[in-house]
């Protein structure tokens, strides 16, 4: 069974940074892109960022483009999203996906002073 964990939320105040990882295990398939989506409250859940892991080809929300980098250790079969600059506008609850496959438990970001 493949299973998502995420870490690396909490509470960070404006201007600074997180680095969000999610590890996964029981991989028996190749997902074609990884994703993270974040879900703030009473809003809907946005992608913000892609890897593609045929060409490692990179999209990012407009909202984090310039702040937010995606990144993948295939050895360790992780996926990173390095946040810097961060905004109250980035409170939300932050999940990782695998196209084809399952989500995260979701992880609490928390950006405020």
């Known amino acids: 069974q493949v299973q998502l964990v995420e870490s690396g939320g909490g509470l960070v105040q404006p201007g600074g940074s997180l680095t969000l990882s999610c590890a996964a295990s029981?991989?028996?398939?190749?997902?074609?892109?990884n994703y993270w989506f974040r879900q703030a409250p009473g809003k809907e859940r946005e992608m913000v960022a892609r890897?593609?892991?045929?060409?490692?080809?990179?999209t990012y929300a407009d909202s984090v483009k310039g702040r937010f980098t995606v990144s993948r250790d295939n050895a360790k079969n992780t996926v990173y999203l390095q946040m810097n600059s961060l905004n109250s506008d980035d409170t939300a609850v932050y999940y990782c996906?695998?196209?084809?496959?399952?989500w995260g438990q979701g992880i609490q970001v928390t950006v405020s002073s």
């Open positions: 996906h695998f196209q084809g496959g399952p």
């Open positions: 890897i593609s892991t045929v060409d490692n080809t990179l």
């Open positions: 029981g991989l028996t398939y190749k997902s074609y892109a």
